[in-house]
């Protein structure tokens, strides 16, 4: 049977990759919730197109989560099963993230939002968890994909290779410039278009024939 939704799920997750890095250049950087609050008041508009696109990512990445799977039917089932259950977590989480954005937004427009306000609001423990949980749920998934890619030899290596660099950067976002951790998630977008290729090329169709 010709499962003719797979090219547009390939290409839901394409886009939903370059979504969230168009997202990642266009979140301007800040130190501090009073940079933070100076950034929403004077660049408002690049913060509103940032959430949006990373709305639209989120949504088009858990679209093209059935594309992924296509690429395991023997080995790697099991992790790939649960690496897209942890990277729908991410994907939801990011939804969250950009709705986040547009609240806080509307409460600097509506002046109803302080710098102690908001260091108050981030110092949270409920909001610290939905980051952890958001950030795990992207990097854990992707690492548990691209293991479970190695595992079931269906793409070229460098494909779950680009993904488990993107991964590592991680850590070291902390002390790598600014523009370099931003653009490594070029790793992430390189991985998922290799899946997304490989997802739509013949020896794939055939199998799920």
């Given at each position: 049977?010709?499962m003719?939704?797979?090219?547009?799920?390939?290409?839901?997750?394409?886009?939903?990759?370059?979504?969230?890095?168009?997202?990642?250049?266009?979140?301007?950087?800040?130190?501090?919730?009073?940079?933070?609050l100076?950034?929403?008041?004077?660049?408002?508009?690049?913060?509103?197109?940032?959430?949006?696109v990373?709305?639209?990512?989120?949504?088009?990445?858990?679209?093209?989560?059935?594309?992924?799977?296509?690429?395991?039917?023997?080995?790697g089932?099991?992790?790939?099963?649960i690496?897209?259950?942890?990277?729908?977590?991410g994907?939801?989480?990011?939804?969250?993230?950009?709705?986040?954005?547009?609240?806080?937004?509307?409460?600097?427009?509506?002046?109803?939002?302080?710098?102690?306000?908001?260091?108050?609001?981030?110092?949270?423990?409920?909001?610290?968890?939905?980051l952890?949980?958001?950030?795990?749920?992207?990097?854990?998934?992707?690492?548990?994909?691209?293991l479970a890619?190695?595992?079931?030899?269906?793409?070229?290596?460098?494909?779950?290779?680009?993904?488990?660099?993107?991964?590592?950067?991680?850590?070291?976002?902390?002390v790598?410039p600014?523009?370099?951790?931003k653009?490594s998630?070029?790793?992430?977008v390189?991985?998922?278009?290799?899946?997304?290729?490989?997802?739509?090329?013949?020896?794939?169709?055939?199998?799920?024939?």
């Amino acid at each position: 049977m010709r499962m003719d939704w797979v090219p547009v799920s390939a290409a839901l997750l394409l886009t939903g990759a370059l979504a969230l890095c168009l997202g990642s250049f266009l979140l301007p950087s800040a130190d501090g919730a009073g940079e933070t609050l100076r950034i929403v008041e004077e660049q408002g508009g690049r913060w509103l197109a940032a959430a949006a696109v990373f709305f639209l990512s989120s949504v088009c990445l858990s679209l093209g989560v059935p594309a992924i799977l296509t690429l395991f039917q023997g080995r790697g089932w099991n992790l790939a099963m649960i690496s897209a259950i942890v990277l729908e977590v991410g994907f939801i989480g990011t939804a969250g993230f950009a709705m986040l954005m547009a609240f806080v937004r509307s409460l600097v427009r509506a002046d109803a939002l302080r710098e102690s306000g908001l260091e108050a609001a981030s110092s949270e423990a409920g909001f610290a968890v939905f980051l952890a949980v958001w950030i795990a749920g992207l990097y854990l998934g992707e690492l548990l994909l691209a293991l479970a890619l190695l595992r079931a030899r269906t793409v070229p290596r460098w494909v779950p290779f680009a993904l488990l660099l993107h991964v590592l950067t991680l850590p070291l976002s902390g002390v790598l410039p600014d523009s370099v951790s931003k653009a490594s998630i070029l790793l992430l977008v390189l991985g998922f278009a290799g899946i997304a290729v490989q997802a739509t090329s013949p020896q794939a169709r055939r199998r799920l024939s």
